[in-house]
């Protein structure tokens, strides 16, 4: 069986398994007819692929930083400009997709993605060097700036094909779809600089080799990008009725509000005086800031003290994506099944497992049980930005106003992710330092993370009886 496929079996056979409890869960009646549902997941199953084929296009620096050896201080440099650039691009991009509609803003950010990522990969043909450091910046602000669009214009899109009782289910799908972008983001990127090498001219530096092939880590995701604005084009429709169907009352915050759209200013008013939503605003802060602190420094960590050789590095995007299946697949059944519709209660045990995994990662620097603890983690975190950012935001904001609270939500995702970039370039030990191979200097890595986590813990607790109400947000 090719390598490729040996690693994706897993994943595949994971999928058909929740897919099938999925089927044989209660399911909740609201009357959809069968060619309603079905045209929903023509609708949503295109608009969801190309958000995962953006998380490819936007973690693949990962890849290219361990493969060019760059320093993890050019990479937090990058990598955190990027984030800032994606957090406060909500305060324009929020607007305009309740303005456009989620189906233009989502042709933005794949169109718009998949030009920064080929001209990254223009960038990386003759090599890395300390010097491409603020050019990459810019290319990569510019990718996180139109990534910023996919998020928002995922959930304003399916704000309208969902009711509230029925998208706990839709956040599983959600995390499902953020695992499979992870996927891509981590093992395809790393089988594509293997698979898709030139070699290297006769008596170049053995760097050369290394690096020939490093530019379609950003090609490869910029042709898928492109792929997908055609099948969003085609098949993608802001609500039921652009489709042919009936609109219906979604039961959110913004049921029976017959005002429309409300002005920024109108939203941004409600939303400082809504606790619900300011509470989650900062748990995703949090979950933002844990998310990457695992995601993104686990392999430097396992590359740095000898471990990119173990079961968990060498399919860390197979494991990824298979935890946060299991994590927004959980997630979603117990709020709409266990806990009513609820979001809050959902958050607050996952954070508890992120309290738990935080404080295991003290007893495991060097340890092979460090990386299936991480991946617990991830579990975890993507279960909670399922919930919170891809169904709360839903909930809370209503289907005419969503873009600007979810924006706003995921804006705080990745000034955490931001954070979190500049907190531990400069307390984690360099790449390459002898310090580095020591598995007991990364224990600020744990340091760093534990107290953010119970703050996480703590917040979701304050919100575990909120819901929206009709017509003006939640309590």
């Known amino acids: 069986m090719p390598d490729w496929l040996n690693k994706l079996l897993p994943i595949l056979v994971l999928l058909t ?11 909740v009646e609201l009357g959809h007819s069968d060619a ?8 949503w199953l295109p608009v969801g692929i190309a958000y995962a084929f953006l998380y490819m296009g936007r973690y693949n620096l990962t890849a290219y930083k361990n493969a060019v050896g760059m320093t993890n201080d050019a990479y937090g440099s990058i990598d955190g400009i990027g984030a800032i650039v994606y957090g406060l691009s909500f305060i324009l991009n929020g607007p305009l997709t309740d303005r456009f509609g989620g189906r233009v803003t989502m042709l933005a950010a794949v169109i718009g993605a998949g030009l920064a990522n080929g001209a990254m990969g223009f960038l990386a043909q003759d090599g890395w060097s300390p010097e491409k450091v603020g050019t990459f910046s810019l290319l990569y602000g510019v990718n996180m700036y139109f990534q910023s669009f996919g998020a928002v214009s995922i959930v304003k899109v399916n704000a309208a094909w969902f009711h509230l009782r029925e998208r706990g289910t839709f956040g599983g799908i959600f995390g499902i779809l953020i695992s499979l972008g992870l996927y ?3 093992d395809w990127t790393r089988w594509i600089a293997e698979m898709w090498g030139v070699e290297a001219p006769k008596g170049a530096a053995p760097i050369a080799a290394a690096v020939a092939a490093d530019y379609w880590v950003f090609w490869v ?10 099948l969003v084009f085609m098949l993608v429709r802001d609500t039921p009725g652009h489709a042919g169907h009936d609109d219906f009352d979604t039961g959110d915050a913004g049921s029976g509000d017959t005002g429309g759209r409300k002005s920024l200013g109108t939203l941004v008013k409600l939303m400082l005086t809504n606790k619900a939503i300011l509470t989650i605003t900062a748990i995703e802060f949090c979950s933002g800031y844990l998310r990457n602190a695992v995601m993104k420094w686990y392999q430097v960590y396992a590359k740095a003290v000898g471990e990119s050789g173990g079961f968990v590095a060498m399919n860390w995007g197979m494991l990824l994506c298979c935890a946060g299946i299991l994590g927004g697949v959980f997630a979603g059944s117990i709020s709409d099944h ?15 497992g992120m309290v738990l995994g935080s404080g295991g990662l003290f007893f495991l620097m060097g340890s092979p049980a460090l990386g299936w603890m991480v991946i617990f983690m991830s579990l975890c975190i993507i279960g909670v930005h399922g919930m919170l950012s891809g169904t709360a935001s839903m909930d809370f904001g209503g289907k005419a106003n969503v873009g ?27 790449s390459g330092s002898a310090a580095a191979a020591d598995p007991a200097s990364w224990i600020t890595w744990a340091y760093a ?3 953010v986590g119970v703050i996480g813990l703590l917040l979701s607790l304050r919100v575990w009886n909120a819901r929206a109400q009709r017509g003006g947000g939640g309590h």
């Open 221 to 230: 995701p910029a042709l898928l990008l492109f792929l997908m604005a055609v």
């Open 36 to 43: 309603f549902r079905s045209r929903r997941v023509a609708n």
């Open 404 to 430: 600007i609270v979810v924006g706003i939500i995921d804006g705080f995702v990745y000034l955490g992710s931001a954070t979190q970039s500049i907190v531990l370039k400069k307390i984690l030990p360099e």
């Open 184 to 186: 891509f983001s981590y």
């Open 338 to 352: 266990v806990f009513n519709s609820r979001r809050g209660p959902v958050a607050a045990i996952l954070y508890g």
């Open 449 to 451: 993370m534990l107290p």
């Open 17 to 27: 398994v929740v897919i099938v409890v999925l089927r044989r869960l209660p399911k």
